[in-house]
């Protein structure tokens, strides 16, 4: 079992940045992929970005060029960093942890609010 907790969402202004963050509890060792994904008001979740414990990263259309995800060494905490954000960008964010022997599903945090407005 692993438990993610994200913080780091909040109110921003177009242009502006956003730093999330996700904490990963429990059974560590089990992750094999990290990422976030996120789901707006009427559309499906859709990934934003993910990285594995090598450092390969993957990102979603809407996140290439302006986000950028990382982790730490111990892979038990990674980011997001959000640049010039877009009102489009408004979603709840969630991170998510793939476990080793799949290649979706796995664990998801309860969700952050990102809004992007004046």
């Known amino acids: 079992q692993v438990n993610l907790l994200e913080t780091g969402g909040g109110l921003v202004q177009p242009g502006g940045s956003l730093r999330l963050s996700c904490a990963a509890s429990?059974?560590?060792?089990?992750?094999?992929?990290m990422g976030w994904h996120r789901q707006a008001p009427g559309k499906e979740r859709e990934l934003v970005a993910a990285i594995i414990a090598s450092g390969h990263t993957t990102y979603g259309d809407s996140a290439k060029g302006r986000f950028t995800i990382s982790k730490n060494k111990v892979g038990n905490q990674w980011y997001l960093q959000m640049n010039s954000l877009e009102p489009e960008d408004t979603a709840v964010y969630y991170c998510n942890a793939v476990p080793w022997g799949y290649n979706e599903g796995g664990w998801w945090g309860q969700g952050t609010q990102v809004t992007v407005g004046q």
């Open positions: 429990g059974r560590i060792a089990s992750i094999k992929r």
